[in-house]
């Protein structure tokens, strides 16, 4: 790391979820202290809160994020593991059934992803941060119930953050100003940036959004016998001819979650009853199949905001000086596809590299940590508007001819991807962001892809791990 001076610097983090945690240990050693304003009062052990909303539905960490989130808190990935997360090998201990067959299933095991629910991640990660900057230079402040409710400063500069307390005391909805050096918006899907900027007098930053309109559905199950319990999870994603899906992937404990999930028209149903039904209308009957080994531990509870959005923060003249925007405040995706919390953790790396390179804080340096952060996000962005495409509302940002082929070839591929295991492994590099796009089109995947004839994945769920 470059030498510098914190020069009494101060930060605050707007959200105290899991990118704003992260965006703390992204800032320890580069300023003096730390703000943290979040809306909740964090719960006692490791249970649900009100501010995440997605909290009860499936939760990965796929690759990328996990070796993020080690290099950003070393030994977090174990402590997952020690608290109860599930490891699992994407085309091992996953069976996915494509719209052309099920995907073959290969010993190959360099995906490793993290199945665990959110309150336990959330903890995990929180407690570690907090330890990380006890044994710090840099002083970390959390303000619970505490509400952002703008910024301060003009159309060039962000000086600090107006915060009113949530408690209900006598006075406690009066606003004070808090100054910062640096303000990072990490508050989530909920962002209210663009109402802040116009506030100052600054332009919103340009939005994209593919909405495919998924809404879906999640209860959790235990097997009635854990000797008969499923080797692997199962994943049915929905294609344009059957627009429904299904995940079934065990968590911590012992017990496994159910997400469900349908575009306009084929949203599953909060009714338990019905959303037993539902699961038989999936691409393929066998989670339905699973049910009737398991019994279930919860009620269901749906989710409907799903549209990818992206805020480009990192263009140029979007973004005043002394204001960052981390997680799905700047870049959020339809959940379904699991990535929200790599790219998180992707994001926060990015920046804490951004600050060590560039000598900590400085004039210029967030528009170059916000320019990183994009970087970060965009192939997570690719997939998951390239996916959801073909469901786009008729108001979303129009899709270009180099997206329109690119659509075209990602399909090709990931039917490809389930029989072969050289283009499969590609695949799942590029999907685990541990690799970029640009691995989808080198000379070897690209002439599989598109020469090789296509042909059927398996008829049935395989029981047989083949070696690569």
């Known amino acids: 790391m470059a030498e510098h001076s914190n020069g009494g610097h101060t930060a605050i983090v707007i959200g105290g979820g899991l990118a704003g945690m992260l965006a703390v240990t992204a800032l320890i050693g580069h300023v003096d202290t730390v703000t943290v304003i979040e809306r909740d009062r964090y719960p006692e052990g490791r249970a649900f809160r009100k ?35 599930r490891r699992l090998y994407l085309s091992r201990d996953l069976l996915t059934r494509t719209p052309t067959g099920w995907q073959r299933r290969f010993d190959e095991r360099r995906h490793l992803t993290l199945s665990v629910t959110r309150p336990v991640l ?41 915060v009113r307390s949530r408690d209900g005391a006598p006075g406690g909805r009066s606003e004070r100003e808090l100054p910062a050096a640096l303000v990072v918006d990490a508050s989530g899907r909920g962002s209210r940036a663009p109402q802040w900027f116009a506030a100052l007098g600054r332009s919103a930053p340009q939005e994209e959004t593919v909405d495919a309109g998924i809404a879906y559905a999640t209860r959790m199950y235990r097997p009635k016998d854990p000797a008969t319990a499923p080797d692997a999870g199962v994943n049915v994603p929905g294609w344009p001819e059957c627009p429904r899906g299904a995940a079934y992937v065990p968590v911590e404990d012992g017990k496994w979650l159910l997400t469900l999930s349908g575009v306009r028209g084929h949203h599953p149903p909060t009714d338990a009853a019905e959303f037993t039904a539902f699961s038989a209308t999936v691409g393929d009957p066998y989670v339905h199949e699973l049910l009737d080994r398991a019994e279930p531990l919860s009620a269901v509870h749906g989710f409907r905001d799903t549209c990818n959005r992206r805020r480009h923060f990192e263009r140029p003249g979007a973004l005043p000086e002394g204001f960052l925007v981390l997680g799905d405040a700047g870049c959020t995706f339809n959940p379904v596809y699991g990535q929200g919390m790599s790219v998180a953790a992707l994001g926060a790396l990015a920046v804490r590299t951004t600050l060590a390179d560039g000598g900590g804080l400085r004039p210029g340096i967030a528009a170059e940590a916000q320019r990183a952060v994009a970087r970060a996000v965009e192939p997570a962005w690719l997939a998951a508007v390239g996916a959801d495409r073909p469901y786009a509302s008729p108001g979303d940002t129009k899709a270009g001819v ?67």
């Open 402 to 468: 180099g997206e329109r082929l690119s659509t075209w070839y990602i399909a090709r591929l990931s039917a490809r991807a389930s029989i072969d295991p050289v283009v499969g492994a590609a695949f799942r590099d590029v999907f685990s962001l541990t690799a970029p796009p640009t691995r989808l089109v080198a000379p070897q995947i690209f002439l599989r892809t598109v020469f090789l004839p296509r042909r059927p994945g398996l008829p049935g769920p395989p029981a047989a791990i083949e070696a690569v």
């Open 122 to 162: 959330d903890s995990v990660v929180r407690e570690r941060v907090l330890r990380a900057a006890a044994g710090s230079a840099t002083r970390v402040e959390v303000l619970e119930a505490t509400e952002a409710t703008g910024l301060t400063g003009d159309a060039g500069r962000v000086t600090g953050v107006r």
């Open 51 to 85: 501010g995440v909303p997605q909290a009860r539905h499936l939760h990965i960490l796929l690759r990328g994020g996990s070796l993020a989130l080690e290099e950003l808190l070393p030994g977090t990935v174990a402590a997952l593991g020690e608290a109860g997360a």
